[in-house]
């Protein structure tokens, strides 16, 4: 079998500047899926009733579900599978509603070679050309087999 | 009806040293399912064959799996409804695997009354005692009702 | 179409005595799959380390979900499609856990055509042959079309 | 670790009266997710154009996902984790629809110290303030550790 033969890019083939995207629209479904795993019932996601009461006036999406489309970036394209994740901030800009497409980017922005490790930046977009989300942190992409 | 009073803690409620938890074992499916909604299908997390060859030998959760929990407990109880996340940073120390457990703690660190703006940190530990996340952010609590 | 035609037994196409059955073995997805429907995450559900130090020491299902097996064949078969639920009760009297295999019956006990009311007393019972559960309740069977 | 001390209340914490809610919106995927776990495949659940000619005219959710949220109640709030499920009775007074949000309410009626057990009533709310079940029952709260 050639599975151990999956390997993302290593630093040596990584670029300052490189730049991937994901992106999908955000269903009620995904929305009860992410509560469903992580049990986060809070009513701002899964009680249209209580939303409409609140500032944002619908149910929203998790942020962290956000978020984990830019980790899908960093674990299946840049630098992809073999990464390690160390750290990473976020900070929340605006909602994301149910049935908002979101293109997630992950741009590499460092590279320490010594201690195989890359900081990169992300943004998270939604169809109107609204940013909802910035995150950057650090990752060890994977090592070159011999 | 009661929806609109659905409500946390505002910033008058909390206390510096406040802590709450939220702890689940993670499934197979948990996995599963957060690949599912967040298009994150990472070998690392959805191949056992090619698992068996990277430093952790087995299938590991999602990393942003774990951090959900703590937002878990940051939307539904600490402080609660209403709460709006505004960013976080998180560290991973140590990977989680299926099966094991995982207990999340928020606790509130600092207030700024004046910016309705709490800092909290958060912690996950598995089941032999492990932290296998840190994390720290800033969260805008509900604001009380007239 | 032909969906209109989907219909169950009439009050006068049941006897008293009949008896169907539904059967399952309970899987971990299926215990947490109720919990991400009903968001309940208690932990003896969903915490296998917490589940060790209850009375019985492992994670258990959902009450509820063993008797949604009885509804289902309230609806699917006995009485069958078209039969509305007006009330039951249930005991529980064992614990169900993952991977048990629960065989559900229910048998009609009492007919009241003038109010178009059947009562049924429905029994699960495990692998082991032990009753885990009791239930009597009454439905009101489809009306026959013209 | 302290998965042990999850608790939730004992009789001697619990006082009649007490009241603790849940509620969420029901979506399509709840519905096709609990027809999963339970294979109650009734069309009046999953098939709308079947639905269209009954009684009730669109697809309805099954009655013990709304009950559900009842135990969910029990389970996590009141008593909470520990707590030990004996008898329930419920009635269905309305259907639950796709996209209604439901409000699930248990109140402790009765407290019987010597036997460990109380009785709660239960009512589930739509967000037209319509009651679409009652229930009641008995449990037995967890007991204080020494």
């Known amino acids: 079998m050639a599975f151990q033969e999956i390997l993302g890019k290593s630093i040596d083939e990584l670029q300052i500047g490189d730049t991937a995207y994901f992106s999908k629209t955000i269903s009620e479904t995904d929305i009860y899926q992410f509560a469903a795993v992580t049990g986060d019932f809070n009513p701002a996601h899964v009680n ?14 998790h942020g962290m579900l956000t978020v984990s489309l830019v980790s899908n970036i960093l674990g299946t394209q840049l630098p992809g599978p073999g990464t390690i994740f160390v750290s990473e901030s976020v900070s929340f800009m605006k909602p994301v509603y149910i049935q908002d497409t979101i293109e997630a980017s992950v741009t590499i922005v460092e590279a320490d ?19 909802v989300l910035h995150a950057e942190g650090i990752v060890m992409p994977p090592k070159k087999r011999d």
Chains 1, 2, 3, 4 share one sequence.
Do not use: L, S, W
Not at 48 to 61: L, M, N, P, Q, V
Not at 113 to 131: I, K, S, T
């Open 48 to 61: 249209e009733a209580y939303a409409e009461g609140t500032f944002f006036k619908r149910r929203i999406a």
């Open 113 to 131: 070679p010594a201690r195989n490790r890359v900081r990169f930046e992300a943004a998270c977009m939604n169809q109107h050309d609204e940013q």
